[in-house]
């Protein structure tokens, strides 16, 4: 059964600091691995998807990579502002359209 | 494009009522889900369909209920509610890749 694993479950850093969230599952079979952003009372956005066969994707500010091997991945967000202070959560497939599964997510708060 | 739209945002229900939610896309995917998120957890898949007609459980199905008779809904029934199912439900859906979410609906057993 896939386990995916965030840890830390909270964290806060002053403006400007680059930082690594981490997301981690037990079965390394996975389709592809998404990351979501999550605002208080609101729903989930997403930010980016990797598909198994790629190593990392970027979008502005953020970059995450995937390591099937290990069954990692990381999510990176250079010069972090106190609008980046929400909830992020990562979530596997195993296949096309298949279910996701989330992990519990990491409360991020930048202050300024 | 409004997405994925879900009715109502909140509801309070006694304990024993029953009470459907609406989920609703426009983007003519095929894949769509319930999930609920409890509080410091992530999210857990109640029931999901792969078109219209066919739906399946997910890891917590235990007093819900689902139907697909369109592309475009995907409604959730609860029935006879226990303070258990207190959450907030998300309705999401996708052809294979990125996944939409609705804003949510916050249900209150009491």
């Known amino acids: 059964k896939q386990e995916v694993t965030q840890i830390p479950a909270a964290l806060s850093v002053p403006e400007g600091e680059n930082l690594v969230l981490n997301c981690s599952f037990t079965?390394?079979?996975?389709?592809?691995l998404q990351w979501f952003r999550q605002d208080p009372g609101k729903g989930l956005t997403s930010l980016l998807l990797?598909?198994?066969?790629?190593r990392e994707q970027t979008s502005g500010r953020l970059n995450a990579s995937l390591d099937k091997s290990s069954g990692r991945s990381t999510l990176y967000i250079a010069a972090s502002q106190p609008g980046d202070s929400a909830t992020y959560l990562c979530?596997?497939?195993?296949?096309?359209?298949?279910?996701?599964?989330f992990g519990q997510g990491t409360e991020l708060s930048v202050k300024p | 494009n409004a997405g994925v739209t879900q009715t109502p945002k909140f509801r309070i229900l006694k304990i024993g009522q029953s009470m459907t939610l609406q989920c609703t896309q426009d983007?003519?995917?095929?894949?769509m889900y319930w999930y609920r998120q409890d509080p410091g957890m992530g999210l857990k898949l109640i029931y999901y369909?792969?078109?219209?007609?066919?739906?399946d459980k997910g890891e917590v199905p235990n007093g819900y209920n689902v139907s697909r008779s369109t592309t475009e809904d995907f409604p959730l029934r609860l029935e006879l509610a226990a303070p258990s199912q207190t959450s907030v439900y998300f309705c999401?859906?996708?052809?294979?890749?990125?996944?939409?979410f609705g804003e949510g609906s916050r249900l209150t057993v009491l």
């Open positions: 979530a596997v497939s195993h296949n096309q359209g298949g279910k996701l599964i």
């Open positions: 369909s792969v078109g219209a007609g066919i739906t």
């Open positions: 983007m003519n995917h095929n894949y």
């Open positions: 990797i598909q198994s066969s790629q």
């Open positions: 079965d390394s079979a996975i389709y592809n």
């Open positions: 999401a859906s996708r052809v294979t890749g990125e996944l939409f």
